[in-house]
């Protein structure tokens, strides 16, 4: 069993950056893929990036690619999302997850999920 808990999030103008972590307890992530996902107000949730369990392979939705980086540090058992240039419409609650699989953009591949932390965009 895996307990993830998001942190990091907050309010931010647009353009502004904000970085997510998201802390893992009761076995090391280093044999579990990682995601991060999001919903926005009224939608459903969404892929944002994954990271394969050696940290070497990543992979992001089209609407954060060049913006967003997942990246790792398995001796922390942390996962973080570096997200820049932010715009109102990444607005959403960001939830990290851990899939025993590969990092697949697929929800239901994931395992265990965290409750999710607010980001919200001004314009």
């Known amino acids: 069993q895996v307990q993830l808990v998001e942190s990091g999030g907050g309010l931010v103008q647009a353009g502004g950056s904000l970085r997510l972590s998201c802390a893992a307890s009761?076995?090391?992530?280093?044999?579990?893929?990682m995601g991060w996902f999001r919903q926005p107000p009224g939608k459903e949730r969404e892929f944002v990036a994954g990271?394969?369990?050696?940290?070497?392979?990543?992979y992001y939705a089209d609407s954060v690619k060049g913006r967003f980086t997942i990246s790792r540090d398995n001796a922390r058992n942390t996962v973080y999302l570096q997200m820049n240039s932010l715009k109102p419409e990444d607005t959403a609650v960001y939830f990290c997850?851990?899939?025993?699989?590969?990092?697949?953009?697929?929800?239901?591949?994931?395992?265990?999920w965290g409750q999710g932390t607010q980001v919200t965009v001004s314009s």
């Open positions: 990271i394969r369990q050696s940290g070497v392979s990543t």
């Open positions: 997850a851990a899939s025993t699989g590969i990092a697949t953009m697929i929800r239901s591949e994931y395992d265990y």
């Open positions: 009761g076995r090391t992530v280093s044999g579990y893929a």
